[in-house]
């Protein structure tokens, strides 16, 4: 079985649920860049501050921040099994820098151990689903107040923390970041087909067939 799995797909695809699924199953890290840029910004640190004019604008965050974020985070020891990328590499430039970092650091190879798995859904439904989304802060489960609702409105099940909304799910940066995606990461598709790692899977489908279907994909 592969080593490294990398997500590809529209915002609001669906892929960190999934992601978080099989990183539990397969007992490897979830690598989710969007949530370490969110930290970053949190703590304050030099690299969020960079970060957060352009998460706020619905664009790329600059090469050499999420370059710096994702090395340190592949180094650390949890990796050395192999590892979920969910949200990196975002554009055909990342792309070849994954393949730079995972040779300098010795965890794997992009052609020979990783797996791109194409989250295929129709444009239109994601903004819907986009500003219906809510994240515990706590426990990162994510809800979605239409197609999968916690139990006690605005309550994590699990944990009980309050949800949050995130500050770039509303409809206007959430546009921007469906062109963002269109222009610098949908060509990843072809960058992943070419060098023959890419398989698809039909994201508009209820969360527990999408599962079924993507364990097919990773044990088949
Ligand atoms: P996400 O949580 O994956 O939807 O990402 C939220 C925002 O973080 C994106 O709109 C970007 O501004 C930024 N971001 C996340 N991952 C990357 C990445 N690989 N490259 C550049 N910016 C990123």
Sequence with gaps: MKKVFIFLGPPGSGKGTQTSRLADKLSIPHIDTGSLLR????????????AKGYIDKGQLVPLEVVS??????????????????????????????????????????????ALAVYFDIDNEILVQRLINRRSCPKCGTIYNLISNPPKIMDYCDICDSKL????????????????TYEKETAPLYGFFKEIGILKELKADKPISEIWENLKNIIFE
Excluded: W
């Design 39 to 50: 930290k970053n910004i949190q703590d304050e640190t030099t690299l969020g501050k960079i």
């Design 68 to 113: 710096s974020v994702i090395k340190d985070r592949l180094m650390k020891d949890d990796c050395n099994n192999g590892y979920i990328l969910d949200g990196f590499p975002r554009s055909i430039e990342q792309a070849h820098e994954l393949e730079k970092i995972m040779s300098e650091i010795g965890k794997f190879s992009l052609k020979n151990d």
């Design 164 to 179: 949050q909304t995130r500050k770039d799910d509303n409809e206007e940066t959430a546009r921007l970041r469906f062109e």
